[in-house]
């Protein structure tokens, strides 16, 4: 068994199981995650406890084969268990470091601009599996994580109960205590998983990739819309703010000359309405696909169109580009040349 893909309420249940004291849980937890230990010494437990649930216990992570590295970002290869790959990238913000994770190797969603979406889902990926990339980032660059995002390779929401049971261990008090609105999902919007995911008991903050004003040109970008359209995509988005208080992020990756003219911007401003939605412009990066970037003046003029009536819009800084670690750039498919 894998200590890592055990919330602390399952841990304590495992624990009570083996005949143990389940506040022994309580303190290997805290001295894994807060105090960076790697295995059964140390806690005060008899020699044959120890002995014992070393026995029964592992602390492996996925392997790292590769690191990259700029000023403000890094990505990790990782090898799992099966020898099977994804990508991690950690991103030095203003308000600290923010792990970007993958949930499935590979993806079934199919996104035309996005390069993960090019290969199709090989499985999900253990709980363990997607902790251990925070775990192995904080490990691998000696740095403390104060966010978390659920935006890697795969759709979360096609791995819904292991990723539940990740934000639960990413904002347990006793481990890493993250925020849970520090810590956020991405979706491409399946609609079933995000009433669900409202109902959890303290669900994380939300972002929902749109990125189009209307069906036809969603559709043609994004498979999932014929499926689930817009307008259930957002009903079930707008569900999520009533139960939470919390406010949802459309992000919005522009696409030169395919869903960033002025009429989009008027389009996608209608949609939102007075809903408590806000949107993230993300310029388009560099993928084996045929989209380009616009320029910087479009996205301005984008910008401003959405805030002029009356939507909260923001540009994501761009992390990662020169190293492929940027939003839409990750692999986990290593039998082609990088």
Known sequence: ???????????????AELDENPAKADIVYRGVYKDVARGFGGFGFAERTAVRLAELFSFELPEVVEKRES?????LLLKLKDGEFVETVLMRQCFGNCVCVSTQVGCNMGCKFCQSGQMKKRRNLDVDEIVGQVVAISREFSCKIDGVSVMGIGEPFDNFQNVADFISIMSEDKGLAIGRRHVTVSTCGIV?????YAELEEPCSLAI?????????????????????????LKAAEY???RTCHRVALEYILLDNVNDFDECAVQLAGLIGG????????????????????DADKLANFCKI????GVIATKRREFGADLKAACGQLRADYGKDD
């Open 71 to 75: 000023a403000d970002a890094a990505k």
């Open 209 to 233: 990739s749109l990125h189009a004003p209307n069906d036809d040109l969603r559709t043609s970008l994004m498979p999932i819309n014929k499926k689930y359209p817009i307008s259930e995509v």
């Open 192 to 196: 079933p998983r995000i009433y669900e």
């Open 275 to 294: 809903r408590d939605f806000y949107v993230n412009l993300i310029p388009y990066n560099s993928t084996d696909v045929d989209f380009c970037k616009p």
């Open 240 to 242: 999520y703010t009533q």
């Open 306 to 309: 959405l805030k002029e009536h």
């Open 1 to 15: 068994m894998n200590f890592f893909g055990f919330t602390l309420r399952k841990l304590r249940d495992k624990f």
